[in-house]
């Protein structure tokens, strides 16, 4: 719900105010995390039960569940924005808003759902990584919005919207953890 109520506060602030769509997500991104560690006072919660932790730490024939939950979800996106109207809108919105409200999308309204889809999947991630190391450190993710980044450029996601495949952020992803891992 949190994560829900995030993507609507950045989709009004991008659809309403007219604010630049990177500064607002990374704006909003770094107020949740002052204020996670203003709730937490720094101290992070450890000790989950086991179905929780079984969430972020299980294998599936011999592979972690994030990975699985990770394939999930980018298959599932990749076909929302090849096959449905939805995608093309998103793409279109993306590519040129006004071409794309000239043509009958309701911007606004695509804006304020991808932006919460966004944040609802960031959402996930937070959950998965609290299970994964039974922990929940609020500054724990810190420099992982620039690497975030860096793949999707990497993987081909323009940064003036409106092209880009999500197959391209994932091969991004692992090139730039390849690097990481090569260079320790």
């Not at 997500?25 to 989950?48: E, K, N, P």
């Not at 966004?118 to 420099?143: D, I, K, Q, T």
Request: hydrophobic content about 55%.
């Amino acid at each position: 719900a949190v994560g829900a109520g995030v993507g609507v506060v950045n989709g009004l602030l991008v659809t309403k105010l007219g604010t630049n769509a990177m500064v607002t997500t990374l704006g909003v991104w770094w107020a949740c995390q002052g204020v996670a560690y203003g709730l937490t006072g720094g101290i992070s919660f450890h000790r989950y039960s086991e179905g929780f932790q079984a969430l972020g730490q299980a294998n599936i024939l011999g592979i972690g569940t994030p990975v699985w939950y990770m394939l999930i979800f980018a298959a599932a996106v990749s076909f929302v924005m090849a096959k449905p109207k939805f995608g093309y809108h998103i793409y279109a919105t993306g590519g040129d808003r006004h071409a794309a409200e000239l043509n009958g999308v309701k911007t606004d309204q695509l804006t304020i759902i991808v932006f919460m889809i966004s944040a609802l999947a960031a959402a996930f991630c937070g959950v998965m990584y609290a299970a994964r190391l039974n922990a929940s450190a609020p500054m724990a993710v810190v420099g992982l919005e620039m690497r975030s980044i860096a793949a999707g450029i990497i993987g081909g996601i323009s940064m003036a919207g409106g092209e880009g495949l999500v197959i391209g952020s994932v091969l991004g992803m692992l090139f730039m953890y390849m690097l990481k891992n090569a260079t320790v």
